[in-house]
């Protein structure tokens, strides 16, 4: 499976932007799929994640409320809407997918990685 990450750029805090992950490979749509993000300086920290049939989500406590995991098996695509962005909300999002079904929060546990894509709130 590889994994192409886009939608990132620069938006004023409350604002909203939808990231994009589509993926290559007859398998990803058996796949479970999550988004991260690290900031400069920090490590990398579990945003959300969708079962592969977008049966269950889960959200990291930071991101609760305000962004919306999807997925398209059809298109090979996850999405991550994000609303009521926050200056914190600024790092670099990778889209991920592992060899399950099942979700997890810890990223030793994916095994596919996109490139990254940049998010930057301004205040």
């Known amino acids: 499976v590889q994994l192409q990450a886009s939608g990132g750029g620069l938006v004023e805090a409350g604002g909203s932007l939808m990231l994009s992950c589509a993926a290559s490979?007859?398998?990803?749509?058996?796949?479970?799929a999550a988004w991260f993000r690290q900031a400069p300086g920090k490590e990398r920290e579990f945003v959300a994640a969708?079962?592969?049939?977008?049966?269950?989500?889960l959200y990291g406590d930071s991101v609760k409320g305000r962004f919306t995991i999807s997925r398209d098996n059809a298109k090979s695509t996850v999405y991550l809407q994000m609303n009521s962005l926050k200056p914190e909300d600024t790092a670099v999002y990778y889209c991920?997918?592992?060899?399950?079904?099942?979700?997890?929060?810890?990223?030793?546990?994916?095994?596919?990685w996109g490139q990254g894509t940049l998010v930057t709130v301004s205040s």
């Open positions: 969708i079962t592969s049939t977008g049966s269950r989500t």
């Open positions: 490979g007859s398998t990803f749509s058996l796949d479970a």
């Open positions: 991920a997918a592992r060899d399950s079904r099942f979700i997890v929060t810890s990223p030793t546990l994916y095994a596919y």
